[in-house]
Structures are given as C-alpha cells and as structure tokens.
C-alpha cells in the first residue's frame, strides 16, 4: 500500500548546482503539490500540477525553479543554480481528482531535505 | 500575511486529558479546513478535515470545531496519548486556489504519562 513516494530523502548541493526531486504520487491520485518548509516555520505552497498541466504555481519562486508531471514517471521539481537559502524541506503531496473541492486531502510523502554547502 | 494562524507555539497536557489546540484565520473565502500531525523526519498526517458548510466534524478521538464568525476553529483531543506528542498544523484552502493549502506555524503538543 505505497503512500507518496520522494527521493531522495536527503540531497547535499553545493552552490551553483542543479537540484532535482522526484516525487511519485499515490496509486490513483492525479494531482500532485509541492510545499517547501524552512526551519522553525509552517508549510508554503509552491505548485499545483496535474498530468501536463501546471495548474497553479503562485508560490513557485520567479527564477531558478520549475515544476513538471509528466504523462508518464514522476513529478520533477528542479532547482537550478541553487543558493544556500534553498536548504530546506520539500514536501510532496497528492489527492484524488476532485480534490479539496470534494473533501479529499491531500496526502504527503516524508518530504527531500535539501542541503546546500 | 499570515493568514492562517496557530498562536501558541507550544502545548503540554497530562495522558487521559483532553488536548485542545487553536487556529485562526484571516481570508474568507477558506471553505475547507483541515488538521495535519507531523513527527520529525516524516511528513504532515492528515488527522480530520472540515467543510465549512459543518460546524463540527468528530472522528475517533478527534474532533474539530468551526466557528465561521469568529473565523476559529479548533482540534479537540480526548483522552491524549503520548503517542499524540508531534507537531499540529492547521490549514485552510478555498476560492479560486482551492488546491492550495496554506498553513499555520504549527503547535507542538507534549502529552505526558
């Protein structure tokens, strides 16, 4: 019964480099989310995707990132030329289609935590 | 702009107690609500959700209050277990972002044997 998967649990970057998390969602959702947790804080949202499709992305940051979910493989969310203030914990998360709007939460993985040296 | 907020950083309550933790929020086009548990290394755990059309919603040991006027709403734990010690997130979606979850800081509850 495979909830929401991410790898890698623990990724190590040094500044400049490019960042790559994968994330697949649970057998039968189709929406998938990715939140981002500094230290000492709550969860920010950064992007909504379906198959192909970016359906919100109203907290992704203008540059350096970017977000796809493929037709087929996981959800990718790349950081380029990453700075120290990336180090942090990304979640994932997915639900059913319908969504919040039918009552369906969403179901997160146990996140990538992101170092950058 | 917070517009979800838990106001006490910290909790602490005896076993068998009951645990009752707060969130406020700002925006009123949040129609949907929900409660998440998270221990570290992991992630959040949906516990109990809530529409908006509701004013309680009980599961198991579990019960969320909504009170659309005051903009509150609250988690409710009886009896605590020390197995409930984690962190508690509230959090809130609605209007035209309705798959976009905007969370609280976060409450750390402590039960004690």
């Known amino acids: 019964n495979a909830g929401v998967m991410q790898n890698p649990r623990h990724l190590v970057r040094r500044r400049g480099q490019e960042a790559r998390l994968r994330c697949s969602p649970m057998?039968?959702?189709?929406?998938v989310y990715w939140y981002r947790q500094l230290p000492e804080e709550g969860l920010k949202f950064m992007v909504y995707?379906?198959?192909?499709?970016?359906?919100?992305e109203s907290g992704m940051p203008k540059e350096r990132f970017s977000a796809e979910f493929p037709k087929e493989g996981p959800s990718i969310l790349r950081i380029q030329q990453v700075v120290r203030g990336d180090s942090a914990a990304y979640f994932c998360?997915?639900?059913?289609?319908?969504?919040?709007?039918?009552?369906?939460?969403?179901?997160f993985g146990d996140g990538t935590r992101l170092s950058i040296l | 702009d917070q517009q979800v907020k838990q106001n006490s950083p910290s909790l602490s309550v005896q076993e068998g107690r009951i645990s009752i933790l707060n969130c406020d929020y700002t925006n009123s086009m949040f129609d949907y609500f929900l409660w998440y548990k998270k221990y570290p290394a992991e992630g959040p755990t949906f516990l109990i959700s809530?529409?908006?059309?509701?004013d309680k919603n009980e599961d198991g040991r579990f019960t969320v209050f909504l009170n659309k006027s005051a903009k509150h709403l609250s988690l409710h734990i009886v009896p605590s277990q020390p197995g409930d010690s984690a962190v508690y997130f509230c959090a809130a979606s609605g209007g035209t972002s309705y798959g976009k979850l905007t969370f609280g800081q976060g409450t750390i509850l402590t039960v004690h044997p």
């Open positions: 998360a997915s639900s059913p289609a319908g969504g919040q709007g039918r009552g369906q939460p969403q179901h």
């Open positions: 057998k039968g959702h189709s929406h």
């Open positions: 995707l379906q198959k192909e499709n970016i359906i919100d």
């Open positions: 809530i529409s908006s059309i509701k």
